[in-house]
């Protein structure tokens, strides 16, 4: 039973089509698998595993009966806790939000429609709002990697239970690197759709109830395998995905290195560890050119002013005073280096006008234009992900964080932001790949990156790369 937890979801579909396992004994061997490491981890916060028996038993019958089952028939999954699920509400990381009445959010509606057994959720940071997953209703969550380190966040518990292997599959969100960031942390792979191309009704924040699509926010897969992530998307997906490509081949793809930017520091271990994996791809016939796709801090600026005002939605209102009042001095602040005040209100300025977004929104769709020239000239964009590794656990205040390079140097918290920027403001599909450990032992991931729309293709490079180097490596049993 544990030798099938090993196996990534499709090859576990393919267990339960044969009936080399049922469902009910693949549900009842995930479960002994959160039994077992979850104590440690604190990965899946809350579970419905009498309903989700229930489930998996009724599935079997199905597939004895010989009945049409779903693509997904069968699964155990969890699902992160920022998705609403029937007598599951998402509680976001805040106790205020349980005891509602909830339904299904779309994409766990969908899940479930193909078969899915759902039976537990996955922990978060309070309102999806950081690159660590702890709360005051939950605690936090360890990677199972290093026990005394972050998995990441928003999607952290999500993270951290695929590499441990209690879920084969998990669902996702990503406004500031939800996706990525965790699946670099904890060695998975992960893929933040083209904007717009997943539904994100049901997902808090915003509010329960909200019916606006929220700007920069996707909603997306994260999984063992790069197959496991078209499997999942296309359940997931608004409308067809773009029609399949003809398989990738690695020999002659036109592979643009984002590796240098002014302003974006990046961990020598890390860099080293992406400058190893393009490498690799060239000793498979890619063609490999260091490329600066964008003004980065310009993009970077723009991108903060869009999302801060969307973080200030969810704020209580007397806090949102608070910012207001506070706005003239923050920004006179700025002027007088980088101490934590100024750098909060580089990162933190919530109250941007009207005039403000329009001119950040231009600019990020400046930059979106410049990037369809990009994509003409390469097939794809290789990044890294976060400047660092995962890191030490931290609940200090925002401010007073900082991140700690192995050669010794700190750079501010939100330099978390920079990498992930360019994907997010210009709403392009970014599949997170397990590029390799570094020298310390830790996992790192890089972004592909593909243009508007090419979710498709950027998913059959990352199947192509996974096919001929391999991606997820289970962490040392001892971890966890």
Known sequence: MTDILSLDATAQLLALETKRISAAELLEASVARFDAVNPRLNAVVTTDLERARR?????????????????????????????????????????GLLGRTARDAVVVARARAEGAVIWGKTNVPVMAGDWQSYNDLYGATSNPWDLTRTPGGSSGGAAAALASGITALEIGSDIGGSLRVPASFCGVFSHKPTWGLVSQRGHIPPRPGTAAERDLNVVGPMARSARDLRLLLSVLEEGPLAAKAPPAELKDLR???????????????????????????????????LVRPVDGPALLAAYRRLLAPLIAEDLPASARRQIQRARGLAR???????????????IFDYTATHAEWLAADEARAQSAQ????????HDVLIAPIAPVAAFPHDHAPFAKRKLRLSD???????????????????????????????AAGLPVG????????????VL?????????????????????
């Open 460 to 480: 059959d490079v990352a199947q192509a790369i996974d096919e001929a180097l391999g991606g997820f490596i289970p962490p040392p049993a001892p971890k966890i």
């Open 255 to 289: 592979v643009g290195l984002w590796l240098e930017e002014p302003g974006f520091p990046l961990d020598p271990e890390v860099r080293a560890l992406v400058e190893a994996f393009a490498q690799k791809l060239a000793g498979r016939g890619c063609a490999i050119e």
């Open 55 to 95: 489930r998996a038993r009724a599935i079997d019958d199905q597939r004895i009966a010989g009945d049409h089952l779903g693509a997904l028939a069968g699964l155990p999954m969890t699902i992160k806790d920022t998705f609403d699920v029937g007598d599951m509400p998402a509680s976001a990381g805040l106790k």
């Open 370 to 377: 410049h990037l369809r020239g990009v994509f003409e000239r």
């Open 446 to 457: 890089v972004q592909i990156i593909g243009p508007r729309g090419g979710d498709a293709r």
């Open 408 to 438: 010794g140097g700190t750079i501010p918290y939100g330099s978390m932001l920079n990498w992930i920027s360019m994907a997010t403001a210009c709403g392009l599909p970014a599949t997170a790949y397990p590029a390799g450990l570094s």
């Open 332 to 346: 006179l602040a700025q002027h007088f280096g980088e101490g934590p005040r100024a750098w909060a209100s580089q």
